[in-house]
């Protein structure tokens, strides 16, 4: 829900009710994603975005402490806000910057959690800043945030930007909250070789400018790549990165860090590792709808793969995660058709049940918002591939087929396995005369189906 000021004034909340106050503010993700983590806690709360222009925010503030228990803030109020309030917490009064509110006894409290989803997120990967050389880009507002965790933290930071009138007025900046911490400006054609740590702090690589970057190369020695974009969750600054020697992490984690620690600091809430991870997933599973849709252009996901190669599985839990529709191919035909696919096998011949595969999966195809587990052998025709390719993004599931074996020795209602006494030579024989169709037909391989890592993988494939 977002609200004009027209509208905020007349609006009488009929439950505990946060905001976001911001101008543009329909963009924002922010009452998506606490929606999420109030579902979590199972507390009874709504929360709403806001419109307001700059002029506003005095009234918005005071008509805040009257009907709201918490708010958030965005551009271009984080600066603004902080005169208003009647108290500032240390680490927001020092970057001069606040984008959470609380209002606790008729009193109006500022913070700033980007420091704290920043700090989680270097926390996860075991990063530990005293003595590394770390590279900030950028000098806004996220910029800000992370620089004074940096330097807190006892990094040697250097801060490179567009503007280095803009950077040394950061450096400057932190230098003052910290006196005796190494910090540095430098433009990208200096950047120290022996850099370890990069940051950025910048919107360049962000959609729908994908392809953009704040550096043309990554200095050798460098460990940990950290980009605070999540939409796309790979950037191109993060392609960059050799694997075997950078690790590399998205914003997403700290976008989550950034709701949990505001959560806390409204009514004292505290989230569990799973529930923290079960949030991850539903974010990147969110991400990937979106991206799905605006990016791919597609409206659809659809899962390939040899037979037991878990599709049904994974396509159930992804499309919970991603709030779509699951439907299992298979079993949509048998329900079509109301026999079971070893009858019409029986019946009618593998011939027969390969057209009714085909029409079946023109009628899915149709569907929207939807993922789609698809039948072993459903890419093995041309027609059905780019049927589903129309409306889907063709994702292949491939376990190790030790995995597939294990799997399908529980299953006896595979018609093609049946062609021969050895189970398992008739699955070793089929799965290499199919593997390679599978990987050529798909936009994308996963080889894992842990769901954790499946909803990283998706999202950033698609």
């Known amino acids: 829900m977002v609200l004009t000021m027209e509208d905020f004034r007349t609006f009488q909340p009929k439950r505990d009710t946060f905001a976001i106050f911001g101008w543009p503010v329909a963009h924002t993700m922010s009452p998506t994603l606490h929606g999420m983590l109030f579902g979590l806690l199972e507390k009874d709360a709504d929360y709403i975005a806001v419109a307001v222009r700059e002029e506003e925010l005095p009234e918005a503030l005071r008509l805040a402490a009257e009907k709201l228990c918490g708010i958030n803030l965005t551009i271009p109020h984080k600066k603004a806000a902080i005169p208003l309030l009647d108290e500032v917490d240390r680490g927001a009064l020092d970057l001069g910057a606040v984008n959470t509110v609380a ?40 910029a800000a945030g992370m620089g004074y965790h940096c330097a807190r933290a006892g990094a040697h930071l250097y801060i490179s930007g567009r503007s280095l009138e803009k950077a040394e007025a950061l450096q400057q900046h932190l230098q ?19 850099i370890q740590i990069i940051v950025n702090g910048t919107p360049l ?21 950290f980009d605070a974009i999540y939409n796309p969750p790979v ?50 599973g969110m991400m990937a709808a979106k991206r799905l849709h605006e990016v791919r252009g597609k409206q659809n996901i659809a899962l390939c793969g040899f037979m037991g190669a878990g599709k049904t599985t994974v396509g159930r839990k992804l499309a919970r995660i991603c709030g779509m529709t699951f439907y299992d191919a298979d079993v949509y035909l048998e329900e079509r058709e109301g026999k079971t696919i070893p009858e019409i ?18 009628e899915l195809a149709a569907k929207e918002n939807c993922v789609i587990a698809l039948g072993g052998g459903a890419v093995l025709r041309p027609e059905n591939v780019e049927i589903i390719k129309q409306t889907s993004w063709l994702i292949h599931i491939d376990p190790p087929l030790g995995r597939i074996i294990k799997n399908l020795s529980y299953s006896n209602h595979r018609p093609l396995l049946e062609k021969s006494g050895d189970k398992n030579a008739e699955i070793r024989k089929l ?32």
């Not at 690589?205 to 790549?225: I, Q, R, V």
């Not at 954790?452 to 999202?459: D, G, H, I, P, R």
């Open 205 to 225: 690589g962000m959609t729908p400018n994908e392809n953009k970057k704040p550096l043309y190369f990554l200095p050798h020695k460098t460990e940990y790549l």
């Open 431 to 462: 799965y290499n005369a199919r593997k390679d169709i599978y990987h050529s037909v798909s936009d994308v391989s996963v080889r894992s189906v842990k769901v954790s890592t499946m909803m990283e993988m998706v999202a950033k494939s698609v």
């Open 103 to 142: 209002f606790r006894d008729g009193r109006s409290i500022g913070y700033n959690t980007d420091i704290l989803g920043f700090s989680e997120s270097l926390k996860k990967d075991g990063i530990r800043l005293r003595g590394k050389k770390v590279l900030l880009l950028g000098y806004g507002g996220a």
């Open 176 to 194: 003052t909250c910290f006196p005796s911490a190494k910090i540095e400006t430098v433009s990208r054609r200096h950047i120290p070789k022996d």
């Open 345 to 362: 096998f029986a019946e009618q011949g593998e011939a027969a049940f390969r057209a009714l595969e085909s029409k079946c999966l023109r």
């Open 235 to 284: 950037t191109a600054l993060m392609k960059m990165a050799n694997p075997h020697r950078t690790v590399t992490r998205d914003g997403t984690y700290m976008l989550v860090m950034q709701g949990i620690h505001a959560e806390n600091i409204w009514f004292g809430a505290e989230f569990t590792e799973i529930q923290t991870t079960t949030m991850l997933r539903r974010v990147y």
